[in-house]
């Protein structure tokens, strides 16, 4: 079975200035991947990101994600991906339910596709008790199992996930977790970044960015036997030390 490529991307490039922040990155993702997208701060990975999610234009290089080109085609790509920032993604001042319904309408989604959609996210998460709270007194790790729910409101065949699990707590990154292998499962590709490498064992395949360029990408357990590593972090260590 030929599984297809949904994110293509050749020698991408971005440059600020004399600065370039992505320096011709080449790799492609598959349907129902879940691909973890590492480095430190600073190496670039959410100016990658801003690239292929059709928000900043490259300097050069090619990449296509869910069939549409970045440079022609940017919000093309914008409505047929989701998409959850590490900083914002839902609305503090809004309820559970506006939130949903304002997102289902930003996609596009008919009002009745979104009641139905908002009623079977509500018991999946079990946050009928809260329903008509509003997003702001929630904990944090509700949001973001929220935020991500509300990303995969229009089916996306992508989503990209910018540090979903930062700050939460470990039980809540577990059950975080759960919903990327479910999503996964049910044919959307999972694109993640984050920067606890425990977590880059749970992806399909790793890539692992240093000053700008991917300097490894594979699965985790090539990853360690190829930088003779216990652990990803060690694998990560080794890169980041050169």
């Known amino acids: ?13 971005k440059k600020f200035g004399d600065f370039t922040a992505v320096n011709k990155i080449s790799f492609e993702v598959k349907q129902g991947e879940i691909f973890g997208f590492l480095g430190a701060n600073g190496a670039g990975k959410t100016t990658a990101m801003k690239m292929l999610i059709g928000i900043s234009k490259p300097t050069s290089g090619e990449a296509q994600v869910a ?15 989701g998409y ?6 839902l609305y503090d001042d809004l309820t559970v339910k506006e939130n949903i319904t304002f997102f ?3 996609y596009g989604l008919p009002k009745a596709i979104i009641k139905e959609k908002s009623e079977v996210l509500i018991n999946e998460l079990n946050l009928q008790e809260v329903a008509n709270e509003l997003v702001g007194s929630l904990p944090l790790g509700w949001k973001q199992k929220i935020a991500f729910s509300v990303a995969l409101l229009h089916n996306p065949k992508v989503v990209f996930l910018d540090e979903p699990t930062g700050g939460v707590d470990p039980i ?4 975080f977790w759960e919903m990327i292998y479910k999503t996964a499962h049910n044919g959307t590709t999972v694109f993640v970044t984050t920067h606890y490498m425990d977590e880059a064992e749970y992806c399909d395949r790793v890539s692992i960015m240093v000053d700008g360029k991917i300097e490894a990408l594979d699965t985790p357990k090539k990853l360690k036997e190829q930088f003779k590593a216990e652990n990803m972090n060690d694998v990560f260590l080794k890169l980041a030390r050169g």
């Open 1 to 13: 079975m030929n599984i297809k490529n949904v994110i293509q991307v050749k020698n991408l490039t």
């Open 67 to 81: 069939d549409f080109n970045v440079y022609t085609n940017p919000e093309d790509i914008k409505k047929n991906i």
């Open 84 to 89: 959850m920032s590490q900083k914002f993604a």
């Open 104 to 106: 289902g309408g930003i």
């Open 172 to 175: 809540t990154r577990r059950q």
